[in-house]
């Protein structure tokens, strides 16, 4: 028997959800490091707090996994580009 679902909604209590946030945060971090190693994956993982505090966690290194992800999301944005110019060629 698993625990009841929660409601999603904003915790208004300031000392309530910083103690969620930090168990959420450690949570995801666990699972991005978990998937990494099991699925050789390379993982990049960046979050902010609501002051501004950066935590981030990286397979790699996170400068070589934004230099992947920035490549990655130019060549998709050039093929979907192209995609598009056929559309209307064919048209």
Same mark, same amino acid.
């Given at each position: ?16 959800? *910083?103690?969620? #946030?930090?168990?959420?945060?450690? @949570?995801? #971090?666990? =699972? !991005? =490091?978990?998937? !990494?190693?099991?699925?050789? !994956?390379?993982? @990049? %993982?960046?979050? #902010?707090?609501?002051? @501004?505090? %950066? ?7 996170? =400068? ?13 944005? *050039? ?7 056929? =559309?209307?060629?064919?048209?």
């Amino acid at each position: 028997m698993g625990r009841g679902k929660i409601e999603i909604k904003r915790i208004d209590n300031a000392t309530s959800r *910083q103690v969620t #946030f930090s168990k959420r945060r450690s @949570g995801l #971090f666990k =699972k !991005a =490091k978990e998937l !990494a190693i099991l699925c050789d !994956a390379e993982v @990049g %993982l960046v979050v #902010f707090s609501s002051t @501004g505090r %950066l935590y981030d966690f990286a397979s790699t290194s996170m =400068k070589s996994v934004i230099e992947r992800y920035s490549e990655a999301r130019e060549e998709h944005h *050039q093929t979907m580009s192209a995609s598009a110019e056929a =559309k209307v060629y064919m048209i």
